[in-house]
């Protein structure tokens, strides 16, 4: 267990740097400095206009404690948002929050669920995510995420 939270946080940390391009450069670099309070300025209001890479970045703040009091709910909050918006990246850490359970419930049907949608999103590490998962589930348990997987697809990822 302690091995995904730190594969999750490393993963957040390396996509951070590599998802922010073009508008987000002075953040990156902000943040590659260590100064994460300058990142937050930059990345925030972008976050709150909308933006889903920005949402996700700021949710990978959020749950890292760069430049912001760690703090799981608004996480999942950013993660949320940017997931609404078929960003895999949020898919997939929503994925991995439920299946260790922090900050949310531990669930592993949601789990799988948001590891699907981020595999049908293009995520590569989503895919290995829902079949390592999928080997601890019942056919049952697998049959029901992937139900609400295609319901949560059908809603355009509203009240997932």
């Not at 391009?21 to 100064?35: I, N, V």
């Not at 206009?49 to 760069?66: E, K, T, V």
């Not at 997931?83 to 991995?96: T, V």
């Not at 981020?118 to 390592?132: C, I, L």
Request: aromatic share 10%; hydrophobic share 45%; net charge neutral.
């Amino acid at each position: 267990m302690k091995r995904l939270i730190f594969y999750v946080g490393t993963a957040l940390l390396l996509t951070v740097s590599t998802v922010w391009a073009g508008p987000f450069e002075d953040a990156t670099d902000a943040y590659q400095r260590g100064d994460y309070a300058t990142a937050f300025k930059i990345i925030q209001p972008l976050a709150a206009q909308g933006d889903a890479h920005a949402q996700y970045n700021l949710g990978a703040m959020y749950l890292q404690g760069h430049g912001v009091p760690q703090d799981a709910t608004e996480a999942i909050k950013w993660f949320r948002l940017a997931a609404e918006q078929g960003d895999a990246d949020a898919q997939a850490s929503l994925g991995a929050l439920y299946l260790i359970g922090y900050g949310v419930a531990q669930d592993i049907v949601r789990a799988y669920m948001w590891f699907n949608l981020g595999a049908m999103s293009g995520d590569r590490d989503s895919v290995k995510n829902r079949d390592t998962v999928a080997r601890r589930m019942t056919r049952a348990q697998v049959t029901e995420a992937q139900r609400l997987a295609q319901q949560c697809q059908a809603q355009q990822f509203k009240n997932c």
